[in-house]
Nanobody, 123 residues
């Protein structure tokens, strides 16, 4: 069983930065594939970024490539999402998710979810 708790969301002006953190419980955190999803009002949940258990392989959606960076620290059971050059269209609830198996872009295949943290980017 893995419990995920996100933090770091908030209100920021366009062009600003935020760093989201996702703290995980459980002794097997290092074996999980981790991801950040987001969901804006009226839209489907979409994959933003993901990272393999070793941290050696990452994925970023085209919409955030070059602006967002995902990383993880297995010694702290934490995964991060550094968000730079934020845009109003980045406004959404951001969710941390964990998956026992390998990589996947489908939110329905993830085993554990955090409660979400709101990110609002003003223009």
């Amino acid at each position: 069983q893995v419990q995920l708790v996100e933090s770091g969301g908030g209100l920021v002006q366009a062009g600003g930065s935020l760093r989201l953190s996702c703290a995980a419980s459980g002794r097997t955190f290092s074996s999980y594939y981790m991801a950040w999803f987001r969901q804006a009002p009226g839209k489907e949940r979409e994959l933003v970024a993901a990272i393999a258990w070793s941290g050696g392989s990452t994925y970023s959606a085209d919409s955030v490539k070059g602006r967002f960076t995902i990383s993880r620290d297995n010694t702290k059971n934490t995964v991060y999402l550094q968000m730079n050059s934020l845009k109003p269209e980045d406004t959404a609830v951001y969710y941390c998710a964990a998956r026992r198996a390998g990589s996947s872009s489908s939110y329905s295949t993830y085993d554990y979810w955090g409660q979400g943290t709101q990110v609002t980017v003003s223009s």
